[in-house]
């Protein structure tokens, strides 16, 4: 189980050193991590899963894949097109699944600070 305070992603400096599309595919996954592991730890245990840090890294990490696809793009060879595109689904998916909006806009915001340097 997630043990860990619910916690926001932010962008430091050192994450935007060297920063090509592959890292930033990686920061999305991160941010979406922290966005969402308290989320998907509960939904885990409800339905009886594990509930492990791995486990939700893993989850994040198809989710983020299956947006990928269902943008166009390709995950192992993301586009910057394709990580805006990623990035607005997840924002969308987010609010469907009732994260408040000023979260999804303050974690929407740490990645524009992502895209904005490639």
């Known amino acids: 189980m997630v043990t860990s305070a619910l916690t926001r992603f932010y962008v430091r400096e050192e994450d935007l050193l060297d920063l090509n599309v592959v890292k930033a595919r990686d920061l999305i996954v991160r941010c979406f991590y922290e966005a969402q592991k308290e989320t998907i730890a509960k939904t885990k245990e409800f339905l009886h899963l594990p509930a492990s840090d791995e486990d939700i890294h893993k989850r994040v ?15 192992d060879k993301p586009t910057k097109e394709n990580l805006v595109r990623t990035i607005e689904v997840l924002a969308e998916k987010c609010s469907a699944w009732g994260a408040p909006k000023e979260i999804i806009e303050y974690h929407r915001g740490e990645i524009e600070k992502v895209l904005s340097r490639l």
């Open 61 to 75: 990490v198809a989710m983020v894949r299956s947006i990928f696809a269902e943008v166009g793009g390709d995950f």
